[in-house]
């Protein structure tokens, strides 16, 4: 009878350490699924903190010509001056050229503030709200200018030193550079007529004379 306690008691002695034994094993798998992993230096993102420099635009084309013409007139103490500091563009736009062209033919020859005065009034009349609000417009306008015909500009040297000039003019006309010396006409005739006009006479420069 003993022997027979002494079996069982040895069977369940083995029966819960085996239990023991499996249940270690299940918590070690638990326990490992819930372990920290090391990532390795390779795979983690690095932050540097720098400042970052945006550069600054470059100047376009347009503001640089605007900034080379300013300068260009600040330096010079002379309209003579001026002109001679203006290159001849490559090309010209539409506008400019219709500027250049009505000072060639109505003060080709004269004098450059005259020619400058006749510039302006062009520009002036542009910007009047009496009139066109473009230079093409201005000199186009029928019964204005007399070297217009048939909604057309002659032919025009542009090789000469005419031609050179009135773009020149045209350039200094246009960016206001160089003040007129009947800055604000609006109207001018040749001084060979006299068409006995009802407005405010301004001056002669050459052989026209201007009146706002």
Known sequence: MKSKLNRASAIAVTATFLTALVG???SGAIAQD???VAIPAESQSAFISQPVVQPLPSASPEVATVDAEADAAGAASS???LVAAHGQPEQLSNELQCLAGAIYFEAK???LPGQLAVGRVIVARSKSGRFPGSYCGVVYQPSQFSFIRGRAMPAINTNSQYWRQAVAIAQIADSGS???PVEGALFFHAARVSPGW???????VDNH???R
């Open 34 to 36: 819930n372990v920290p």
């Open 198 to 204: 009802r407005m405010s006479r301004m001056g002669r």
């Open 209 to 211: 004379v201007f009146y």
């Open 79 to 81: 309209l003579g001056e």
């Open 109 to 111: 020859g004269e004098s």
């Open 24 to 26: 270690a094993e299940g």
């Open 178 to 180: 160089w003040r007129s």
